[in-house]
């Protein structure tokens, strides 16, 4: 059975460099949006129309990341999911096409995830820039894991 793995953390938490392995270890088929964005709209969309090219870009991926699990190839969804709404959805989604949900919950220091991010802002090939007052903005928007939602922790280590 294929298995959508449903990566779950803030901004600099260490997502996607986990989704790059779990791609790897999975022979699956990787979904970073903020990659897509990046390419489709730029690296920093304004913030008037930033909400509306997240969900064109999702909208674009669903069709496709659903195709593989029927076919019965894995996918990593890197996509942060900070909604229950979202998660809920994608497990739905999941066992619709024949796979089953794998959520694993990203974790890192939030000074560590601060750095992180301003260092990947500064690298020449990166995804979407993200302001220091934008990741202050979007701490308050995650909506943390519920005591029935079953995932795995990772506490990942990076240099």
Same mark, same amino acid.
């Given at each position: 059975?294929?298995?959508?793995? @449903?990566?779950? !953390? +803030? ?7 986990? =989704? #790059?392995? /779990?791609? &790897?270890? *999975? ?49 990593? @969804?890197?996509? !942060? +999911? ?7 959805? =994608? #497990?739905? /989604?999941? &066992?619709? *096409? ?62």
């Amino acid at each position: 059975m294929a298995t959508a793995h @449903l990566l779950f !953390g +803030f901004l600099g938490s260490g997502k996607t460099t986990l =989704a #790059r392995e /779990l791609e &790897q270890r *999975h022979s699956a088929v990787r979904f970073t949006p903020d990659e897509w964005m990046a390419r489709l709209f730029g690296e920093d969309p304004p913030a008037e129309i930033f909400q509306e090219k997240v969900a064109a870009t999702l909208a674009l991926l669903e069709p496709v990341w659903t195709r593989c699990l029927f076919l019965g190839v894995d996918v990593v @969804l890197d996509y !942060g +999911f900070w909604a229950r709404s979202e998660r809920d959805h =994608a #497990r739905s /989604l999941a &066992q619709a *096409h024949g796979g089953r949900a794998l959520l694993y919950n990203v974790e890192c220091p939030i000074d560590e995830a601060r750095r992180r991010v301003a260092t990947r802002n500064r690298e020449e090939t990166r995804s979407l820039y993200i302001a220091p007052e934008t990741f202050n903005l979007l701490m308050c928007r995650m909506e943390p894991l519920q005591a029935d939602e079953t995932f795995l922790r990772i506490q990942h280590k990076f240099q």
